[in-house]
């Protein structure tokens, strides 16, 4: 089945077109914006791996080698790779800046916005 991928140039987000032949025609629209005037951009590869695959390559310990957890750049980066693996492409609905943003507050706000201690306390 042919994929064809389209970028809006009013929203700038990619829409995917999914034929059953190459043959057949083709109406594109922005999914997003309902923009009619998109631009056709070259597709990847994309090669299809059995489930078992997917998961030993997500268990791989080099998978995790530059991984920093204090790090929200760092946790970025990781979960787009694990999303990706395992087939989902969240690159452009991945809000990064609000991420970033949360991951600010909760520096500011320190330890004790995290909820009560485990034993009731509020220490």
């Known amino acids: 089945m042919p994929i064809y991928e ?18 057949e025609e083709v ?3 922005c999914k997003h914006c309902g923009n009619e005037e ?3 951009v070259p597709s990847r590869v994309r090669v ?9 390559r997500l268990a791989d310990p080099s998978r995790f080698a530059d991984l ?12 787009k790779s694990v999303s990706r693996e395992m087939g989902d492409d969240s690159g452009e609905d ?7 943003d949360e991951a600010a507050w909760e520096d ?16």
Do not use: H, Q
């Not at 389209?6 to 034929?19: L, Q």
């Not at 299809?48 to 030993?56: H, M, P």
């Not at 991945?94 to 970033?100: E, K, L, N, P, S």
């Open 6 to 23: 389209y970028r809006c140039p009013k929203c700038n987000r990619k829409t995917e077109v999914i034929t059953f032949r190459v043959s």
């Open 27 to 29: 109406r594109p629209v």
């Open 38 to 40: 998109v631009k056709r």
């Open 48 to 56: 299809r791996l059995s489930e078992e695959t997917r998961l030993e």
């Open 68 to 79: 920093d957890e204090n790090d929200p750049g760092s946790m970025v980066k990781w979960i």
């Open 94 to 100: 991945f809000d990064v800046d609000a991420m970033m």
């Open 108 to 123: 500011e706000a320190g330890p004790a916005s995290a909820g009560p201690e485990p034993d009731g306390s509020d220490e």
